[in-house]
């Protein structure tokens, strides 16, 4: 599980017909409250919106949300995250 804040949306004109009606959102990945990389993660089932703090997950993983076969996403969002706190305790 992954942690990132979403960013904005992202519009394609074409995309493969198992992601028709898939939100595909743009989401700033968090390390340890650090901001890293922009990546795009499909949102079948949370609609998040603008600024959430949400939980990804990636590779294999993130296509088997859909249970249906051979969907091409490498990122989707799986939850909601109320609070996030980013200190490390030993």
Known sequence: MQVGRVEGTVVCTVK????????LLLLR?????????????????????????VT????KEASLIFRRPFTPTDASITGFIDAYNHEVTT
Do not use: F
């Open 29 to 53: 990945v968090l390390e340890h409250g650090q901001e890293k990389a922009l990546i795009v993660a499909s949102d079948a089932t949370r609609q998040a919106g603008m600024g959430d703090l």
């Open 16 to 23: 493969d017909p198992t992601l028709a009606g898939i939100k």
């Open 56 to 59: 990804w997950v990636s590779s």
